[in-house]
């Protein structure tokens, strides 16, 4: 079992960067892949990227290539999402997953954390 709780979101104005923490606990950590998903008010939950078990693939919506960067540190049990040039779109509260699986599908992830809020002005 993993417990996930995320961290790092706030308002920032457009076109800066912010950096969001995905701290796990739980023996499978290790083992589980881990995504980011976003829901905006009245939109369904999205995806927005995914890193596998060793970090060594990684994946990503299209609409954020180039912009938004996944990675993992294993000995501190944490993901990252390290977000540049935010715009107001990108405004939703940002929440980290984990499954064994690499999916963009986020009805085949069984661990989830709570979220952390990310606002952008424009």
């Known amino acids: 079992q993993v417990q996930l709780a995320e961290s790092g979101g706030g308002l920032v104005q457009a076109g800066a960067s912010l950096r969001l923490s995905c701290e796990a606990s739980?023996?499978?950590?290790?083992?589980?892949?881990i995504a980011w998903f976003r829901q905006a008010p009245g939109k369904e939950r999205e995806f927005v990227a995914g890193?596998?078990?060793?970090?060594?693939?990684?994946y990503y919506e299209d609409s954020v290539k180039g912009r938004i960067t996944i990675s993992r540190d294993n000995s501190a049990n944490t993901v990252y999402l390290t977000m540049t040039k935010l715009k107001p779109e990108d405004a939703a509260v940002y929440y980290c997953?984990?499954?064994?699986?690499?999916?963009?599908?986020?009805?085949?992830?069984?661990?989830w954390g709570q979220g952390t809020q990310v606002a952008v002005s424009s």
């Open positions: 997953a984990a499954n064994r699986i690499a999916t963009r599908s986020p009805q085949w992830y069984d661990y």
């Open positions: 890193i596998t078990s060793t970090g060594l693939h990684t």
């Open positions: 739980g023996r499978t950590f290790n083992i589980s892949n």
